[in-house]
């Protein structure tokens, strides 16, 4: 029985799915109707879903998206991007920018939504190769690197719309409302279809590519990779244009659910988040092996915990102290230290079982 939940315990998605059944336990015990999920109309008349599980799964799926390229980040650099918010808001002006042109108010949209998002992800990727090689060739720790983006990206973006806040109303095309809330006729919100489309993606990138071995171990030790024929920077700064491709999605969902952008609040402290997923994945923040269903998983949690803390009408400015605490607590449970010492109790208590049944028997 203890050798099995030593197996449990030591599989590394342990730690998000032990969170997510406390969670659950709490809210069930705390207010069932948590997870009442009912079937409505929003202003159009079409049925959605409502509930706070469909929160979680919508607002959770930007996180998930995110998390997969702060997971590759995480693995090849041994460091964390905390410019992601920052990223986020440059590409949603970017998409606005070029559909609205220099009309705040356009009657009419200037080009596609697909050229736009396409300009979005060029130049998100341009933002985080340049981070990626600051981290690569100039050797900077990853979170020194990105806070030049963290501390100007929202100026940037504000400066690329000309300080103005462009809006696309419904009257100038219903359809850019759909990427972020609902497509007619499907009660389920768009970022969820998104958020699987890009896990889809990427696991079949990490299964029929040698991405995630060279992530690896480039993460574990660049010299003996570099040794094996593998070139350390490249792979860095591919995980962060990875992570580029992965801001400019978010940035379209972000814009595309308020049909304008707030360049000082939109996607503000997602960073953390997206870190806190990553580690609530049981994926070392050092960089190394990964497990991307962790930081998946994780994110959707981190989501759970929000969606609590806001029905028990948390203020919004306290959030980040509650995640805070969490991050110490995995920090903590994840240090090689405390894993040691888990894994010495276990053993000790074996052998006295080992001994116990032994005596027993003579």
Known sequence: MKQTLKKIASNQIFIPCASLLLLALFNLIADPSFFKI????????????????ITILDYGSELAILAIGMTLVTAASGGQDISVGA???????????????????????????IVA?????????????FNGILVAYFKIQPMVAT??????????????NQNKLPIISAECDKTFGYWGTYIPGIPIPTPVFIAAISILIIM???????????????GINPKSSRLNGLN???????????????????????VSRLQTINYSVVAKDIEMDAILAVALGGNALSGGKFNMWGSILGAY???????????????????????????????????????????KLF???????????????A
């Open 38 to 53: 009912t079937l409505g109309h929003n202003s159009d008349g079409n049925p959605v879903l409502n509930g706070y599980l």
């Open 87 to 113: 990223g986020i808001a440059i590409a949603g002006s970017v998409i606005l920018r070029v559909l609205c042109g220099s009309d705040p108010r356009p009657s009419q949209l200037q080009t596609s939504l």
């Open 117 to 129: 998002f396409v300009v979005a992800i060029l130049v998100s990727m341009a933002f985080s190769a």
């Open 147 to 160: 806070l030049i983006l963290f501390t100007a990206g929202r100026s940037i973006a504000a400066w690329i």
């Open 204 to 218: 079949l990138v990490l299964k029929f590519t040698n991405l995630k071995l060279y992530t690896q171990s480039v």
């Open 232 to 254: 350390p920077e490249l792979i860095k700064v591919i995980a962060f244009v990875i992570l580029g491709v992965c801001v400019a999605i978010c940035g379209l969902i972000k």
């Open 301 to 343: 949690v981190i989501q759970f915990l929000t969606t609590t803390l806001y029905k028990f009408n948390i203020k919004s400015e306290a959030l980040p102290a509650y995640k805070a605490i969490v991050v110490i607590l995995l920090v903590v449970a994840s240090a090689p230290v405390v894993r040691e010492k888990v894994s």
């Open 347 to 361: 053993k000790k208590s074996a052998k006295t079982d080992s001994k116990s049944e032994g005596g027993a028997a």
